[in-house]
C-alpha cells in the first residue's frame, strides 16, 4: 500500500475463542476511502472494524479491538475475537531527475526501499515503462517543469541527469522548494564547480550546504547499481534522521552476535 501512495489500514485477527466466524491470522485491508479487501468475518464485527479502520487512516497508532460476539453485537456465535488495527501510511516520495543508467538504477532502489518514485527526463524514450517499472513518469523539457513536479518539504530528489549544466540548472530550480532531501550526482571537483555557480547565481550559502553532494553514502560505488545503493542508503539515513552512519560493527556498545 504505503508503496503505491495508498493510506489505510491492515485489519488482523490475532486470537479467537469459542464459535466465530473467521480464525485467526484472517486480514482485511481498508482503505482510507472506505474500500475494503478480504474480510474479518462480516456482519456487525466488520462494519465497527471499518468504521475504527477508516478513523485511523493517516494516523501512525495501531489498535487492538476485542469483540464479544453475542447478541449485543447482533450475532449469535458467542465467542471472542480480538482484530489488530495497523495504520499504513503512503511512503515517502522520491523524484529522479534523469532517467540514464544511474536514474534507472536509483529509481529501482528506492522502489524497493519503499519510496514512492517519479522520475523526470527530457526524453521520451528514456521514461518508459519497460525501464521504469512502478514509477510515475514524466517527460520534462527543462527546469520550467518544476513546478508541477509537487515537490515540497517531504520529497526526496536525486539530479542524475546527463550534464553537468543541467544538474546545477536543476538543482538550483529545486531548492527553492526545500525539499527534505536534495542530491546531486558528481565527483568532487564537478560538485566545487557547480556550487561555485550556484553562488555567482545568487543562491544563498545556506541553501548550498543542504544539498548532498558528492551525492550517496562513501562505500566505494562505482557502478550505476553499486551508485544506486550508496544513494538509498543516504536518503533512508535521512528518513530516518541518522546523521552520523557508521558500520554496525563499529558501533559503541556492539556485543559479539550470537552464532
Known amino acids: 500500500m504505503h508503496r503505491d501512495g495508498v493510506t489505510g489500514v491492515v485489519a488482523t485477527v490475532v486470537s479467537v475463542g469459542g464459535s466465530t466466524p473467521r480464525g485467526a491470522g484472517a486480514k482485511m485491508i481498508v482503505y482510507a476511502d472506505g474500500r475494503t479487501l ?39 456465535c458467542g465467542g471472542r475475537m480480538d482484530v489488530f488495527l495497523e495504520p499504513v501510511s503512503a511512503g515517502a516520495r522520491a523524484v529522479v531527475i534523469g532517467g540514464g543508467h544511474c536514474g534507472q538504477a536509483v529509481a529501482a532502489a528506492a522502489r524497493q526501499a519503499g519510496f514512492r518514485v517519479t522520475v523526470v527526463d527530457d526524453r521520451e524514450d528514456m521514461v518508459t ?89 562513501d562505500i566505494g560505488a562505482e557502478t550505476p547499481d553499486e551508485i544506486a545503493v550508496s544513494v538509498v542508503a543516504e536518503m533512508i539515513a535521512v528518513r530516518h534522521g541518522v546523521r552520523d552512519t557508521v558500520m554496525l560493527r563499529d558501533k559503541p556498545g556492539r556485543k559479539g552476535k550470537d552464532r
Open 38 to 76: 478480504g474480510t474479518v468475518g462480516g456482519g456487525a464485527v466488520e462494519s465497527a472494524v471499518i468504521e475504527r479502520a477508516k478513523a485511523l487512516a493517516g494516523s501512525r497508532d495501531p489498535v487492538l479491538l476485542s469483540f464479544d460476539l453475542g447478541p449485543d453485537v447482533g450475532m449469535a
Open 129 to 217: 515503462a519497460e525501464r521504469f517499472p512502478g514509477a510515475e513518469r514524466r517527460v520534462a523539457g527543462g527546469v520550467e517543469a518544476v513546478g508541477w513536479l509537487g515537490i515540497d518539504g517531504e520529497t526526496f530528489v536525486v539530479v542524475v541527469t546527463r550534464g553537468h549544466r543541467f544538474d546545477q540548472e536543476w538543482v538550483k530550480a529545486v531548492l527553492p522548494f526545500a525539499p527534505r532531501y536534495l542530491g546531486m550526482i558528481g565527483s568532487e571537483e564537478k560538485v566545487r564547480a557547480s556550487f561555485a555557480g550556484l553562488a555567482r547565481d545568487g543562491v544563498p550559502a545556506e541553501a548550498i550546504e543542504r544539498v548532498h553532494a558528492p551525492i550517496g553514502l
